[in-house]
């Protein structure tokens, strides 16, 4: 092996993995940004009343859930969204296009109504 070669290629492969890591703790600090100080796990985790009416459109969405989406729109509206397209959701079954009309079968007055989440819009 020729050590000339082996340290560029090294400190190539060490470089990746630096770009690759700043990348994920990048992303992961913007998504928990959109839920305040709460990290975006806790926020996913206290869904999870709605977990059933976010996998199945004709679920009765539990008035757990409704409550749990009601306050969190109120305190951080983008929270929502945040955790609707974070892999948490996507690991939990959730899909995005029946989730996304869950304020609107909770009948939340103040949901962002209009508003695009990813290429989703709130109805």
């Known amino acids: ?3 000339s070669t082996s340290i560029p290629k ?3 492969v060490l470089a990746l993995v630096f770009l690759i890591a700043t990348q994920f703790v990048v992303e992961e ?3 928990a940004g959109e839920c305040g ?3 975006i796990r806790t926020a996913a985790t206290s869904l999870s009343p709605c977990l059933s009416a976010a996998r199945n459109a004709r679920a009765k969405v539990p ?3 409704c409550t749990k989406v009601g306050a969190l729109i109120k305190t951080a509206p983008k ?3 945040a955790v ?3 892999p948490l959701a996507k ?3 959730i899909n995005p296009a029946i989730a996304i009309a869950i304020p609107k079968k909770c009948n939340i007055r103040n949901r962002p109504a209009g508003k695009k989440c990813g290429r989703y819009v709130v109805p």
Do not use: H
């Open 29 to 31: 600090v913007g998504a």
């Open 79 to 81: 929270c929502l969204c």
């Open 1 to 3: 092996m020729n050590c």
């Open 10 to 12: 090294a400190f190539l």
């Open 37 to 39: 100080k709460t990290p």
């Open 84 to 86: 609707l397209l974070s």
């Open 91 to 93: 690991q939990a079954g």
């Open 63 to 65: 008035p757990a859930c």
